[in-house]
Every structure is written in C-alpha cells, then in structure tokens.
C-alpha cells in the first residue's frame, strides 16, 4: 500500500476517535449535585439499588458516572454471591439498566507440560 495513503488514513481514524471520546466524558464530582437537583441524575442509593436488583446478594466494586450527547451514564461492576462480576449500564436520569454484561476473565495461553527438554538442535555448516 502506497505510505501517503496509509497516513491519510492513520490520521483519519485518530480524527474519527477523537470525536467520539470527545462526545462522551467523565462527569466531575463538583458537577453531582447540581444536576441530581436538576433532576438529570438519580440518587446514587437508587442507581446502585437498581443495579443491584440484578445481581441479588452482589456488592458494587467500581462506579463511573459519563456524559454523552444529553445523556447521563451511570457505569457499574457488581461481583455476585459466585464471585462473577458484571458490568452494568444504566440511564443515570431513570435508573433503567440499558447493559448487563458478564465479565469474562482472559484466558491464560496454555502450554504443554514436558518432562524432559527437547534435544538441542545442532547444524553442521562446512
């Protein structure tokens, strides 16, 4: 592929990812409590209940409140009563779970177990 091309799209796609994070940001904890008296973030005692309705017997381990677009984002890990944990979305404003996922833990690369180390490899070369 020609190099010229190759950076107009490298610079294209940072472009395009760039204007997607700067749709969606952090919401400071400065910012909290006037818009939970606006009325555009629910209490956090009610998004975490609603969150925790999902997973009974779960305990909230991380929380992260977003704002994209007018919208407000309420992010939430619970890890249940097995030790599973879930990432859950809710609509910060209502506190309706729009996302529940399972977090699914990497995989660790197997490798098979040998009782004795492969013979060196020699190459004779005249």
């Given at each position: 592929?020609?190099?010229?091309?190759?950076?107009?799209?490298?610079?294209?796609?940072?472009?395009?990812?760039?204007?997607?994070?700067?749709?969606?940001?952090?919401?400071?904890?400065?910012?909290?409590?006037?818009?939970?008296?606006?009325?555009?973030?629910?209490?956090?005692?009610?998004?975490?209940?609603?969150?925790?309705?999902?997973?009974?017997?779960?305990?909230?381990?991380?929380?992260?409140?977003?704002?994209?677009?007018?919208?407000?984002?309420?992010?939430?890990r619970?890890?249940?009563?097995?030790?599973?944990?879930?990432?859950?979305?809710?609509?910060?404003?209502?506190?309706?779970?729009?996302t529940?996922?399972?977090?699914?833990?990497?995989?660790?690369?197997?490798?098979?177990?040998?009782?004795?180390?492969?013979?060196?490899?020699?190459?004779?070369?005249?």
């Amino acid at each position: 592929m020609n190099k010229k091309l190759i950076v107009v799209i490298a610079a294209a796609l940072m472009l395009c990812s760039g204007v997607v994070e700067a749709k969606k940001k952090g919401v400071r904890p400065d910012e909290i409590a006037g818009l939970q008296k606006a009325g555009k973030v629910a209490s956090f005692d009610k998004l975490n209940q609603s969150a925790l309705a999902k997973h009974p017997g779960g305990q909230i381990t991380d929380t992260f409140l977003t704002k994209r677009d007018d919208r407000y984002d309420y992010k939430v890990r619970v890890t249940d009563a097995k030790g599973d944990s879930w990432n859950l979305k809710l609509d910060a404003g209502s506190a309706e779970v729009l996302t529940d996922n399972k977090v699914i833990p990497p995989q660790l690369p197997s490798f098979p177990l040998s009782a004795t180390p492969p013979a060196p490899t020699t190459s004779s070369a005249h």
